[in-house]
């Protein structure tokens, strides 16, 4: 999936591929150069013909000798290929490095690579996809720092939801509280009015018999 853009850039901007077949003496290296227009993509694919050669070490550098890009021949056997974007017409040279072993272990590694140079600014309209806006483009620092906000966010709306969850929960129960107690002060209410009656009715009944016993009635 990684390199189907590259697949794509070949087909449609390839500008040339040749083919290596050489041998490394362990410990030693072999250097190739290859001219790159500015923003053109190199990639170098490779074979091990021997497995002496999963040892060795690919690698992409400029003219001054300061290596861009490496890889280790066995890191990345799905693909088989290391790639790297120019950032200007330089010329740059491909190393495959071989650590040395034993005096008695001493072997030629066989490698086999496969450069092929896409140029991406041969046409302006078909390459503008590829084209890399660095003015525009999102740096790493700046992505951690969205993705720190957005989680802070994040959890401060959780803290926020959970509270009012909290505040809603409380609110329910005192409602429900305020309501009995509401209901207890009417029952009590209605039992004070019913003892007041019978008092009164108790009361008027006892005065009454008594003037009657005492014929003022």
Not at 197 to 210: G, N, Q
Request: with cysteine; hydrophobic share 40%; glycine share 2%.
């Amino acid at each position: 999936m990684y390199n189907f853009p590259y697949i794509l850039v070949f087909i449609l901007f390839h500008k040339g591929v040749h083919s290596l077949f050489f041998l490394v003496q362990q410990g030693g290296e072999r250097c190739f150069f290859e001219h790159v227009p500015e923003k053109a993509l190199l990639s170098v694919s490779y074979e091990l013909i021997s497995d002496e050669g999963k040892d060795c070490v690919l690698s992409i550098s400029d003219n001054q000798r300061k290596v861009l890009k490496n890889l280790r021949l066995d890191e990345n056997l799905a693909h088989k290929r290391l790639s790297f974007v120019s950032n200007r017409t330089d010329d740059y040279t491909i190393c495959v490095h071989c650590p040395g072993r034993a005096w008695y272990m001493n072997q030629s590694c066989k490698i086999s690579l496969n450069f092929e140079i896409a140029d991406l600014g041969a046409d302006p309209v078909d390459s503008l996809q590829y084209d890399v806006n660095y003015e525009t483009t999102a740096k790493k620092k700046q992505v951690e720092d969205l993705t720190s906000h957005l989680n802070h966010f994040i959890a401060s709306a959780n803290v926020i939801q959970e509270y009012q969850i909290s505040e809603n929960r409380n609110s329910t129960k005192l409602y429900e509280v305020y309501k009995s107690m509401n209901n207890w002060i009417l029952v009590f209410y209605v039992i004070e009015v019913l003892i007041v009656i019978l008092t009164s009715l108790f009361s008027i009944y006892h005065i009454t018999r008594f003037f009657k016993t005492q014929c003022i009635i």
